[in-house]
């Protein structure tokens, strides 16, 4: 199976920016979704972006909508999410995840921590 490796969170002050990297073992144009979710600490696990095989359809958690991109980098087999103008309500870990037609591939997650 492909596995996913998360990479770029850390720690920013309220405003800031931070873009995550997804890189996967196979082509990132096999899944026909990609998507990043993030559970922070006591919550459930949610979806805060997705987007399509070709790219042509994003979607984005109302709580997110206008500050995160979720882009694809075929060239690199890169999922990206660029976001910006963090809260601190943004605080958790971010996974990325892979959909097949049989199987889903979750990557091992990376922390973000937004504080002042």
């Known amino acids: 199976q492909v596995q996913l490796v998360e990479s770029g969170g850390g720690w920013v002050q309220p405003g800031g920016s931070l873009r995550l990297s997804c890189k996967s073992s196979g082509s990132i144009d096999s899944p026909y979704l990609m998507d990043w979710h993030r559970q922070a600490p006591g919550k459930r696990r949610e979806m805060v972006a997705q987007?399509?095989?070709?790219?042509?359809?994003?979607t984005y958690a109302n709580s997110v909508r206008g500050r995160f991109t979720i882009s694809r980098d075929s060239a690199e087999n890169t999922l990206l999410l660029q976001m910006s103008n963090l809260l601190p309500e943004d605080t958790g870990v971010y996974y990325c995840?892979?959909?097949?037609?049989?199987?889903?591939?979750w990557g091992q997650g990376t922390q973000v921590t937004v504080s002042s």
């Open positions: 987007i399509n095989s070709s790219g042509g359809m994003k």
């Open positions: 995840r892979a959909l097949y037609m049989d199987y889903t591939s």
